[in-house]
Structures are given as structure tokens and as C-alpha cells.
């Protein structure tokens, strides 16, 4: 059985995690499965690269993974079961800058940088859309390129083509977990309901026992570990507030979680990540030996860009090409999975794929007092895909005025304007916005 992955942005960093994840679910068992990955990028020089370390991986493990740099973007869509979207929008991104400066006020990225990004990457993501239509209308989009929600939800419907958005966080919780309690990745479980960056766990087992309970019981051995990493500092305080774990151990907005001098000082033994992971790379296409981590690491130190993130990718093509069910952390329509959000939000929950069926496990409701704000996020960035895909001020408007506490009315107001004005008119479809591979 095969399937055929292709690789939009396909000289990203993220390449040799998913060649890893997919040659590690091959090795593991189940049922057996080839990938024809098809790498597409505007610069076919860091495509290449990526294609050279998936053969060294096929070679090096005896697996069926075929890749191969492709001249354009139809030629990796020709015939293709998921695409894949990692791709860096320069002049997208240059125009929202530039609006944001002649704003002569700023705003947070939290909520309204979202809907900016939004509105930035929708007309080129609905572009691939039509594209997709053409030669590969069954296929299933899948884009890490933020915000993945708000994309998956405007390709989906708007593309017309079966989307879903995959983020890194639930991935990289369950990995620090992981770490933190000394198992394997696979022993972590985790039920958890948001949007993306944005979500609570509603229960966690570590080798079938409550995590929750053996979190509280080593919060102190935990925190005194060399490799506990700043960034998951948010952990105890919300946990000790609220009762529950974020499913990103990194973002927690609305809650401040203070920071000192000892902590912002740690930062400092965690920095050079990216240049690691290219000289792990380099290494590799020179040795002729994959990429590989040291057991029982911290993921953040990992020669891999989100590892477990691969992991997903790989489980996610096992599905696909065999009709094996696999459940994975997608974003996808909700229809009463969060059975207290909007049926049509675009919500974070672990996810049934079985072949070209994508459905949200159900998972019940979030406590009202715990996951209010969540909500608003998940109405927030369904009206924004209803502007993308409308284009009326009046629906953006509404959008930024789900949580006006972001900037005054003022503000808000003029921010609308002055995105309609950029993004909302024709001139927003034009073609343009080449891709690179996103590292």
C-alpha cells in the first residue's frame, strides 16, 4: 500500500522530523505501507537537501520512502493523498508589517496578530485550494502554517477541499510529559478540547495512572531537573490555579505567570536550537547516518525540529495509505466533539483518521469557568474564516469585538479598516506569494 505526500514548502527543517516519523511508524509494525514524497519549493537547493536525507534514511533503515524534488507545484499535487503546507509567505508577511507600522499603535499577537496572519496567508492558502482540485480533489490539505485553525477552516470550506490543521503543541506537551516522568512518549494519553495554542487537558494518564495526580506528587523533583525547560514554567502555577494542564506547555495567555531574573537566565542554556538541528543535518548527508537522539531527552533538545511532530505526520500516512484507524492531534470542524463550542468552530481534539475519513473524537464539554475564554477564541476565528471567505467589514469588525480587551473600540476599529483595505479587496487574490520551505 502507498500513498503520495506532497511536500509544499518542501526545503522546510521540518522535513527530517516527518522522514523520521515516517520511517520510525514504518519500522514499528502495522500495517505495511510506501510513501511517495513529492518536495516542492521555491528554492530547489534546500528541496534537494531534504531529498538527499530522505534517502539516507531509506537507505540506512531498509524503508520505502521515495522522494524527489519536484520542478513545480502542480507536479507535487499531480495525484497526491495529503498535502502538506510548510511554506514561509515573505511578501504576505512584509505587507502585514508594513500595515501594522502605519497603524502608529500595536496591538497583541495573541488575538488580533491572528486574525492579521489570517487574513495574510488565506488568499495563497485558497489558491493551493483550486489547485487542489484540479489534481488531486480528494486529497486531504494539512498545513502547519499558522494560524492552522483559521486556514484549515477556510480551505475546508471555502477550498472545498477535506482540511484539517495540525500545530506542534499537543505533540510537544505530551513529549515534555514524556521526559518529565521518564516514560516513553507512547505512554502519555491525553484528552484535550481548544483551538490552536489555545486548549485544556481534560485528562492525562502516564502508564494508565492519573497524570495528574503524579504530577502534583513530583512538581518539586520535577522542577529541580537540570533540563526543565523556562518556557514550561508555566506549568505549575496554572495547574495549581486552575486544576488542569494546558495543551501547550508554552502558550498562556490570558494568565501572567511572572518570570525573574533566574528564570530569564535560563533561556540561555537552551539557545542555538536551529543551528544544531543544520549541523545535525549537515552531519548526516555526510555520514550517511540518520538523524538520531539520544534516549530520554528533553524534545527541546532534540536534532530534530519537533520530533513528535513527525511522529503524527507518519501515523497520520499509515492511515491514509493502509485503512488503518489512527487517533491523532488534529483541528477540524467540531460538531458537538467540544460539545459546549459552536458546531462549526474549527476546534483542537485528538482526531480519528481512517483513509480519506477524518472525524473529531468526541470528548465532551470544558467547564464553563475553565475554558470561557476558549470558546470566545473558537467563535473569534470562526467569523474570521466567515470574512476570508465574505470579505464584509462588518463580520471582521465583529471578529476583533469578541474580546475587545485586546485595544480600545478605536483601535479595533481603525485595525479592521485598515486590513480590509490590504487584504479584503480583489487585489488580495492576485497571484503572487511564493513559497519556501518554513524552517
Not at 497583541?108 to 487542489?132: F, I, Y
Not at 483551538?195 to 485528562?203: K, R, T
Not at 462588518?394 to 469578541?402: E, H, Q, R, W, Y
Request: hydrophobic share 40%; proline share 7%.
Amino acid at each position: 500500500m502507498k500513498a503520495k505526500l506532497a511536500y509544499i514548502g518542501g526545503g522546510s527543517l521540518f522535513v527530517p522530523s516527518i522522514v523520521n516519523g515516517l520511517g520510525h511508524v514504518m519500522r514499528q509494525g502495522g500495517l505495511p505501507f510506501a510513501v511517495e514524497l513529492a518536495l516542492y519549493d521555491i528554492a530547489p537547493a534546500k528541496a534537494e537537501r531534504m531529498r538527499a536525507y530522505a534517502e539516507v534514511v531509506r537507505q540506512a533503515w531498509g524503508v520505502p520512502i521515495q522522494a524527489t524534488v519536484v520542478p513545480s507545484r502542480e507536479a507535487a499535487l499531480e495525484g497526491a493523498d495529503v498535502v502538506l503546507v510548510s511554506a514561509w509567505l515573505k511578501e504576505e508577511h512584509e505587507r502585514l508589517a508594513r500595515l501594522l507600522q502605519g497603524l502608529g499603535f500595536s496591538l497583541p499577537e495573541e488575538g488580533p496578530g491572528v486574525v492579521g496572519w489570517a487574513l495574510a496567508c488565506a488568499p495563497w492558502s485558497l489558491r493551493l485550494a483550486a489547485d487542489m482540485r484540479r489534481y488531486c480533489p480528494d486529497a486531504l490539505f494539512v498545513t502547519l502554517m499558522n494560524p492552522t485553525d483559521v486556514l484549515a477552516g477556510a480551505v475546508g470550506e471555502g477550498g472545498h477541499v477535506q482540511a484539517v490543521g495540525l500545530c506542534v503543541e499537543v505533540d510537544g506537551l505530551r513529549g515534555a510529559l514524556a521526559y518529565y516522568f521518564r516514560v516513553p512518549y507512547e505512554s502519555i494519553a491525553l484528552k484535550h478540547a481548544g483551538v490552536n495554542h489555545d486548549g485544556w487537558v481534560l485528562s492525562l494518564t502516564v502508564n494508565g495512572q492519573d497524570g495528574y495526580a503524579l504530577w502534583r506528587e513530583r512538581w518539586g523533583e520535577i522542577e529541580r531537573d537540570p533540563d526543565y525547560h523556562p518556557g514550561n514554567r508555566i506549568i505549575r502555577p496554572i495547574v495549581e490555579l486552575t486544576g488542569y494542564l494546558r495543551s501547550s506547555a508554552y502558550h498562556h495567555w490570558p494568565y501572567q505567570v511572572a518570570e525573574g531574573p533566574e528564570e530569564r537566565a535560563r533561556w540561555s542554556a537552551w539557545q542555538g536550537k536551529r543551528e544544531r538541528q543544520e549541523a545535525a543535518l549537515d552531519a548526516a548527508l555526510r555520514t550517511g547516518e540518520p538523524i538520531t537522539d539520544p534516549p530520554g531527552i528533553h524534545p527541546e533538545r532534540s536534532l530534530l525540529n519537533y520530533p513528535y511532530t513527525g511522529l503524527t505526520v507518519g501515523r497520520l500516512m499509515q492511515a491514509v495509505a493502509t485503512g488503518e484507524a489512527q487517533v491523532v492531534p488534529l483541528q477540524v470542524p467540531n460538531r458537538g466533539a467540544i460539545s459546549n463550542f459552536p458546531a462549526e468552530a474549527i476546534v483542537e481534539v485528538p482526531a480519528r483518521v481512517q483513509g480519506r475519513t477524518v472525524q473529531a473524537v468526541p470528548v465532551g464539554e470544558v467547564p464553563e469557568w475553565l475554558g470561557g475564554y476558549t470558546r470566545l477564541l473558537a467563535i473569534q476565528r470562526r467569523l474570521i474564516v466567515e470574512y476570508v471567505l465574505g470579505r464584509h467589514l462588518p463580520t471582521l469588525k465583529a471578529a476583533l469585538a469578541v474580546l475587545p480587551v485586546w485595544g480600545t473600540a478605536q483601535q479595533l476599529s481603525r485595525y479592521a479598516e485598515a486590513l480590509h483595505r490590504e487584504f479584503g479587496g480583489n487585489s488580495a487574490m492576485r497571484k503572487g506569494s511564493p513559497e519556501e520551505g518554513r524552517n
